[in-house]
Antibody
Framework: EVELLESGGGLVQPGGSLRLSCSAS????????MHWVRQAPGKGLESVSS????????YYADSVKDRFTISRDNSKNTLYLQMSSLRGEDTAVFYC???????????????WGQGTLVTVSS | QAVVTQEPSLTVSPGGTVTLTCGST?????????PYWFQQNPGQTPRTLIY???RKQSWTPARFSGSLLGGKAALTLSGAQPEDEAEYYC?????????FGGGTKLTVL
């Protein structure tokens, strides 16, 4: 059974940093691209960042470019999102989502984690 | 940046049929946009229902179907159930980048 377990969320001050992790199990992690998708309170979904299965190719939404860094450790079956220069508008639930492909040439999604809440506030 | 458009809200009667649509400000939606549909029940995590226009996940109930209709992607629900009351999001691909629509709140009443 595929499981995606996010962690690392919490309260952080504006301008601060936070690292999210997503521990994956139930599938061959190194074979699939992965995504981070966020949802601000009461709002819709936003694709934040994606990474290919081998970590070589990455994608960032314009809203987070140069502030967020996606990475993965295939030996630990773990996906990361390093977030810096955080702003109030980054407050959201961040979901880890498994892709159905190894590349990120086009979006592909199947399994979603339960999400972790990031709150940016002073 | 392209904007993906969805109806803000729709209502369907139990047992009835409803079609949700997903449009693009750049023009007609085609299979090359690889349309996705996601369902998010109140207070729950989103789940993937439809991918690549019309293909279903193993957990997708048979009453849901995807298609292209009048230049838009469409999600049709035939035989609505109370548990189908949820927010539905579509996503379209633009040169590899995925853009979500704003969501349609579907009420079964």
């Amino acid at each position: 059974e595929v499981e995606l377990l996010e962690s690392g969320g919490g309260l952080v001050q504006p301008g601060g940093s936070l690292r999210l992790s997503c521990s994956a199990s139930g599938f061959t992690f190194s074979s699939y691209a992965m995504h981070w998708v966020r949802q601000a309170p009461g709002k819709g979904l936003e694709s934040v960042s994606s990474i290919s299965s081998n970590g070589v190719r990455t994608y960032y939404a314009d809203s987070v470019k140069d502030r967020f860094t996606i990475s993965r450790d295939n030996s630990k079956n773990t996906l990361y999102l390093q977030m810096s220069s955080l702003r109030g508008e980054d407050t959201a639930v961040f979901y880890c989502v498994k892709a159905t492909r190894s590349d990120i040439s086009r979006p592909s999604f199947d399994y979603w984690g339960q999400g972790t809440l990031v709150t940016v506030s002073s | 940046q392209a904007v993906v458009t969805q109806e803000p809200s729709l209502t369907v009667s139990p047992g009835g049929t409803v079609t949700l649509t997903c449009g693009s400000t750049t023009g007609a939606v085609t299979s090359g946009h690889y349309p996705y549909w996601f369902q998010q029940n109140p207070g729950q995590t989103p789940r993937t229902l439809i991918y690549d226009t019309s293909r279903k996940q193993s957990w997708t109930p048979a009453r849901f179907s995807g298609s292209l209709l009048g230049g838009k992607a469409a999600l049709t629900l035939s035989g609505a159930q109370p548990e189908d009351e949820a927010e539905y999001y579509c996503l379209l691909s633009y040169s590899g980048a995925g853009v979500f629509g704003g969501g349609t709140k579907l009420t079964v009443l």
